[in-house]
């Protein structure tokens, strides 16, 4: 089973920056999606960013050019670049595997853009 620590998340003011990290551990296949997923309160969960394991990305329409994901050089790390963050970017931020046909989630953690 492959387990996902994330950490980075914390309050900060609208304008700035966070950087989101997961690390990944456990038995993954050489080709896997990670990425991040969002829930603000009484929304639905949506796909922020996520990257395959040959470095191709994809991104949210109201994310793109203010994020940023990437892959760690240590091995199933990932990291998300949080630029001109809006109030709107509040949410428990969820960082997720995809492969071998199964998922598996981290436990969140939460981003709150305000002054």
């Known amino acids: 089973q492959v387990q996902l620590v994330e950490s980075g998340g914390g309050l900060v003011q609208p304008g700035g920056s966070l950087r989101l990290s997961c690390a990944a551990s456990?038995?993954?296949?050489?080709?896997?999606?990670m990425g991040w997923y969002r829930q603000a309160p009484g929304k639905q969960r949506e796909l922020v960013a996520s990257?395959?394991?040959?470095?191709?990305?994809n991104y949210a329409d109201s994310v793109k050019g203010r994020f940023a994901i990437s892959k760690g050089n240590a091995k199933n790390t990932v990291y998300l670049q949080m630029n001109s963050l809006k109030p709107e970017d509040t949410a428990a931020y969820y960082c997720?595997?995809?492969?071998?046909?199964?998922?598996?989630w981290g436990q969140g953690t939460r981003v709150t853009v305000s002054s």
């Open positions: 997720y595997i995809e492969e071998s046909g199964l998922d598996s």
């Open positions: 456990g038995t993954i296949s050489s080709f896997y999606v």
């Open positions: 990257v395959t394991s040959l470095g191709t990305t």
